[in-house]
């Protein structure tokens, strides 16, 4: 991977071993400032990431500097070395305890989330794609784990922030990372040392999850793990919620742009948000479905997950599960009345409907944090009839979901 510009670290001491061990190995080239020139060296320097040691002599400049990092673009790393308070929100929490050379990974994967940044923005006027403005962490999903008494206090203090899917158990766990785009982890206690280790370890094997923020709140982790954005931070529910955040939102950020690269490959006719395509590629490719499939014989289904219009985030979230559940075949797009459509090829009315079901299964367990929002879909599925059009099919879908509603 290529690096442009050194890396730039922070610090009213000397260098510890283990940033000087990163010089050494030339991998990246490291520039000294200390911390009252720090916003200005951001900007002499051009540095592809920044690393700051937050021991003493620091509280006065925090902020400053953590603003001029957030401005830059494409997205520069911002590492914050054994931090003991709350962190700003893009300051990545590195604990050297432990393992100090996990530092390097931390940085590869950081890095990584920079190079597709910059490949995304150099793309971008090939076609009429927007990057979401958003902040990406408010669209992230984070799985929290755990059974202990911390556990309700750390779901609250995560889902003021993040779309919270909670499990009790690490087979529930295991379900949810395989059907769902999670954007971090948080291991809560009530897990002996062994079951963590044997989680960690599943993770670290599959290449799927390798990236993944994963805190540890409640145990010391005594193996490594190949795991480069895994992060011991133990603590009060909102110190464990602020600190993870910023892992949560690269995450998060990665995903974005790995979706708005999509949209680009696909001449732009993928919504960048939620994975699916946009309304007018939607009409278009069912309006030519429809045709085919009446020209041809077949069939054709289709299925609308309706939400509760005040909670966006539950459509958002459907909208995923189905980009990364549906078959190859199958197309959806996000309405907006609040909805969801999905068009299932080839398919008849029976079949469709057991999908269907399947699919909203997977959406009825996710909860966004705050416990009173439901996201149960109202699903309708039809199937097209010789006598139909495109636009009968879809009419007589949304009156078939108002009858269901009402």
Do not use: C
Not at 39 to 56: F, K, W
């Amino acid at each position: 991977m290529s690096q442009a510009g050194p890396i730039l670290f922070v610090s009213n001491a000397e260098r510890p071993a283990f940033v000087a061990a990163l010089d050494e190995a030339r991998l990246f080239p490291v520039v000294d400032t200390d911390w009252a020139s720090a916003a200005r060296a951001v900007e002499q320097v051009q540095p592809a990431a920044v690393l700051a040691a937050m021991n003493s002599g620091y509280e006065p400049h925090l902020a400053l500097l953590s603003r001029k990092i957030a401005d830059q673009s494409p997205y520069l790393p911002f590492v914050a070395l054994d931090a003991a308070g709350t962190l700003p929100h893009n300051a990545l929490p590195f604990s050297s305890r432990g393992n100090p050379d996990r530092l390097s990974a931390r940085l590869r994967a950081a890095l990584r989330v920079r190079t597709l940044h910059a490949t995304v923005l150099r793309r971008l006027p090939e076609v009429k794609v927007a990057l979401p403005q958003s902040d990406p962490s408010r669209d992230a999903t984070v799985l929290l784990i755990g059974r202990g008494a911390a556990y309700p206090a750390l779901s609250v203090a995560l889902g003021e922030r993040v779309g919270v899917i909670g499990a009790l158990s690490i087979e529930a766990a295991a379900k949810h990372l395989n059907t769902r785009d999670i954007d971090g982890v948080v291991l809560a206690e009530g897990f002996t040392a062994r079951v963590i280790d044997a989680f960690l370890t599943v993770l670290a094997e599959d290449t799927r999850f390798r990236s993944l923020p994963v805190i540890v709140t409640a145990h010391q982790l005594v193996q490594t793990y190949d795991l480069p954005n895994l992060e011991l931070i133990p603590g009060e529910p909102a110190k464990v919620a602020a600190n993870a955040l910023p892992l949560i939102r690269q995450h998060a950020l990665e995903a974005q742009l790995s979706r708005t690269l999509r949209s680009i490959d696909a001449g732009g006719w993928l919504d960048p948000r939620s994975g699916l395509l946009t309304t007018e590629a939607f009409a278009r490719d069912f309006s030519k479905a429809v045709e085919q499939t009446l020209a041809r014989g077949g069939g054709l289904s289709v299925a609308r997950f309706a939400f509760d219009p005040s909670n966006p985030r539950a459509q958002l979230d459907a909208a995923r599960i189905l980009s990364r559940l549906m078959r190859q075949m199958d197309f959806g797009t996000a309405q907006k009345d609040g909805s969801v459509i999905v068009v299932f090829a080839e398919t008849d009315f029976r079949t469709a409907h057991m999908i269907a079901r399947r699919l909203s299964a997977v959406m009825r367990h996710t909860s966004n944090g705050k416990h009173e929002m439901r996201s149960d879909p109202v699903v309708s599925v039809d199937s097209l009839s010789s006598s139909d059009t495109a636009r009968s099919l879809l009419a007589r879908l949304s009156a078939d979901a108002s009858r269901a509603a009402s």
